[in-house]
């Protein structure tokens, strides 16, 4: 029995608290507890009406217990109708020290003079361990979520969110959604929310757009997201599942420029292909005939031989010793031109004028045999940076030709070897009186074994095809302009190899 | 009247190797001889102009033709002569390769070609001369084709 108050209000209360289903205490305006029902007792872990007398305040968690009498103080003062701490998570203490999450109802009740307040208590374990679990289910997803609803506001965010954005928790519920999107697109997100809202269906957002959200800090970051509508008593809400996809997307530029490298890579090798297959080609004709010849001829001495005819054997045999000696110069050629493809000689600077120079002296010989008159007018041109020996090779294979395609109807033959700046590249002419070169598909005049055009010519129709090799290796283009007066090859290469 | 034998080859020696097969194959006559398909493009364009003097012609000619030649190889005559078909019709030829290629393109590339009828691989031996002369003229479709 409660002492001290008058027992009147104790009475009036105590069968309908015995009858109540849930845990119910009164408490007078002193603050001392006036009654208990069972379920309270039960609750809460005391016995029978022992908490009768006792100040509220013992069920009061420690942390709220000094602050409580004011609060107390001040619902006496205006007393009314009304649920306890809103938005506040509550706890009721147990008699062993545990706290019990719960939702408290206070009601004023008068007897006489004196103010009493009924409190009414549900025991929210429960609901709060179901929460719990739901908390670490989404916890446990593999991306942020972030619940919505019908006004765009933030109901509920997962443990990823914090990570993903920089926000805290309590920085993000009942914030509109969009502080979580760069400045940009916050309006018209507003308008496709409504938007998805009328026609809410499990989807993607943003198809075929590029999404960005925004952290805390303001940084921006690429996502991909999936809208869930969820039916909620309270109207329409959606889940949000926000993936960062920064690394997938590096990942998917890297890719790309993987095999960009690869398309690279395999137009570089289809080139060597078809390279080595018209090789291939060039061989069965151009190292093979020479072989066929003297299979035929020799073959023929061998019936000259039982004929007696020592005269036939020994011209055949010469003609056998001129054709094998060809041959072994096509072979020559043809391995000089396939070790061109990859000079392993470092590029270093020269003048062009030495190398002209060298050139000239290494072909002294051929020079004045024909007593062909060179002239050289090679610009000052600052120096070149390459593979040296690519330029000293275009040149030779230039000028030996120049040379060798002397007309012998002309005086004597006449080479001019010019050479200028032309941008950032270097043109070199090389210019001949020669024989000419007869009108031929251009491209057809570097291939590898294209004898020109008169059949006593000299030439193993392989200098052309190196000359042309070297300058696609330095980048560079060779042309020639020709007539029966003569021909001229120009060629422009970069001065110095671009990185 | 036997077939001419008309050949196209840059190679003096194997013509002269050529000769001398179809000598010791017992057909003594001429052989019509061009170095490139170009002045044997000239002939077959104007043959009358080309032999004038010469007594009354072959019923037919055999050509053997080089692929590899300078000026004018031997697939840029066969489209040639492939293009001007319709006004070379009154001449009866056909055409045998005449190469040391084995390459099965070149074999392909040239049968592709109804005037050509054969492909050989140098050196050429008696017999296999005999063999083609025997294929292709003691054949009666010969004489009515061109």
């Known amino acids: ?499 | 009247m036997d077939p001419r034998i008309i050949l196209i080859d840059d190679s003096e020696d194997d013509r002269y190797l050529f000769k001398g097969v179809v000598r010791s194959a017992g057909m003594e006559r001429d052989i019509l001889e061009f170095p490139d398909g170009e002045p044997a493009w000239e002939f077959f364009r104007d043959p009358e102009s080309f032999e004038r003097d010469a007594g009354p012609h072959p019923p037919a000619s055999l050509v053997f033709l080089d692929i590899n030649m300078p000026r004018m190889g031997g697939f840029d005559l066969l489209e040639r002569l492939q293009e001007h078909a319709d006004r070379l019709r009154s001449r009866t030829f056909f055409v045998v390769m005449f190469t040391s290629s084995r390459n099965t393109l070149d074999q392909e590339r040239a049968l592709a070609y109804d005037i050509v009828r054969d492909y050989v691989v140098k050196p050429l031996d008696t017999e296999q001369l005999g063999a083609i002369i025997a294929r292709h003229y003691q054949d009666d479709r010969t004489g009515t084709e061109g």
């Open chain 1, 1 to 499: 029995m409660a002492e001290g108050y008058d027992g009147k209000i104790v009475e009036r209360f105590q069968i309908a608290f015995e009858a109540a289903p849930g845990p119910v205490l009164l408490v007078g305006p002193d603050g001392k507890i006036a009654l208990t029902n069972r379920a309270l007792d039960q609750l809460l872990g005391y016995d029978d009406n022992a908490l009768v007398g006792k100040r509220v305040e013992v069920l009061v968690p420690a942390g709220a217990r000094n602050f409580h009498p004011e609060l107390r103080d001040a619902f006496f003062e205006c007393p009314s109708s009304r649920h306890m701490g809103t938005g506040r998570d509550l706890h009721a203490c147990h008699r062993d020290g545990r706290l019990i999450p719960v939702e408290i109802g206070l009601n004023p009740v008068n007897e006489g003079e004196q103010s009493f307040v009924l409190v009414s208590i549900l025991d929210i374990t429960e609901r709060k361990k179901q929460e719990q679990r739901i908390r670490v289910a989404l916890d446990a997803a593999a991306s942020a979520m972030i619940m919505v609803d019908a006004e765009g506001r933030i109901v509920l965010v997962n443990a990823h969110v914090k990570d993903m954005f920089g926000y805290e928790e309590s920085e993000l519920i009942r914030q509109p959604v969009e502080m979580l999107m760069p400045e940009a697109g916050r309006r018209r997100h507003g308008v496709y929310r409504t938007s998805f809202l009328t026609e809410p269906t499990k989807r993607s957002m943003g198809r075929g757009r590029s999404l960005l959200a925004q952290r805390k800090d303001g940084s921006v970051f690429p996502v991909e997201i999936a809208l869930t509508p969820i039916q909620d008593s309270g109207g329409g809400v959606v889940m949000a599942t926000v993936i960062d996809v920064t690394e997938s997307r590096r990942i998917q530029r890297e890719m790309a420029k993987q095999n960009e490298r690869q398309t690279r890579f395999n137009t570089e090798l289809i080139r060597l292909n078809e390279e080595l297959s018209q090789f291939a080609y060039s061989a069965s004709h151009d190292l093979k005939a020479p072989l066929s010849t003297i299979q035929g001829l020799l073959h023929y001495a061998l019936s000259d031989l039982q004929d007696g005819d020592q005269e036939s054997v020994q011209s055949i045999l010469q003609r056998c010793r001129t054709l094998t000696k060809d041959l072994a110069e096509r072979v020559e050629g043809v391995l000089g031109l396939a070790s061109s493809e990859n000079l392993e000689d470092p590029e270093e600077e020269f003048h062009l004028k030495d190398v002209v120079h060298d050139v000239l002296l290494g072909l002294g010989q051929a020079i004045s045999e024909r007593k062909a008159q060179v002239k050289v007018e090679v610009d000052e041109i600052g120096p070149l940076h390459m593979q040296r020996v690519r330029m000293l090779q275009i040149l030779d294979n230039l000028i030996a030709n120049a040379c060798k395609f002397a007309d012998p109807h002309k005086e004597r033959p006449e080479i001019v070897i010019r050479a200028r700046e032309d941008g950032a590249l270097v043109r070199i002419e090389v210019a001949d009186n020669g024989i000419g070169i007869r009108e031929q598909r251009s491209g057809e005049v570097f291939k590898l074994f294209r004898r020109l055009d008169n059949h006593d010519a000299p030439g193993s129709g392989i200098g052309l095809a190196l000359v042309k090799k070297h300058v696609d290796r330095l980048n560079g283009t060779v042309e020639f302009t020709s007539s029966p007066q003569g021909t001229c090859f120009v060629v422009k290469v970069p001065r110095r190899r671009a990185a």
